[in-house]
């Protein structure tokens, strides 16, 4: 009983594979591994995985290819709750190497370089973080990098040494064309 909701947005294709499986292969790892399912996501279901970087001193992300075109703006997403590190969007093949930070444990974008980004609070700590950029050349192996980094104030893909345990929980990620996020 009760009168329904219109949900008014455009239509829009989620270029992103596999977008709440980020253990999928569809996923290419750099020095991080992901644990499946180890929270409940904001789906309500226990099926949100958690980023957790190596003991490497280098950089830590990982990235599902999708084709992009030159000047088309695309915007990536990803609902994100803190871990113990702090979140990081960043373009790359066919972006410009710009990057954002979020900030999960206080709910606030940190340091950027360029593009458009927000951070939407859904609650039990789960933010939606969305970064929007241009696609500076037409690649069929054109990507936005899910990272994570050291601290809020960490350049783009800033080496640093994980600890094995802390990371950042993820689920439900989108690369979309658009200047928006719709709704996963």
């Known amino acids: 009983g009760g009168c329904g909701k219109l949900l008014l ?3 829009r294709t989620n270029q992103l594979k ?8 569809a996923w290419a790892k750099t020095r ?22 190596s003991d490497e001193n280098a950089s830590h992300y990982l990235v599902s290819y999708s084709s992009i075109t030159l000047g088309l703006v695309y915007t990536q997403s990803v609902f994100a709750k803190a871990g113990g590190y702090v979140l990081q969007i960043s373009g790359s093949v066919g972006f410009d190497a710009e990057f954002q930070n979020f900030d999960l444990s206080n709910g606030t974008l940190a340091t950027t370089n360029g593009g458009l980004a927000s951070i939407t609070n859904f609650g039990n700590g789960w933010y939606r973080c969305t970064y929007t950029l241009t696609a500076t050349s037409t690649n ?32 439900g990620a989108e690369l979309e064309v658009g200047s928006y996020p719709t709704s996963y």
């Not at 994570?148 to 094995?164: A, K, L, Y």
């Open 9 to 11: 947005e455009p239509q």
């Open 140 to 171: 069929f192996f054109g990507r936005m990098n899910i990272g994570v980094v050291e601290d809020t104030n960490s350049i783009r893909t800033q080496p640093f040494i994980g600890n094995g345990i802390d990371g950042v929980y993820v689920w």
């Open 18 to 25: 596999y977008s709440s499986e980020f253990d999928n292969a």
């Open 32 to 53: 991080v591994s992901v644990t499946q399912n180890t929270i409940v996501s904001p789906s309500g279901a226990i099926d949100a995985d958690k980023i957790i970087p």
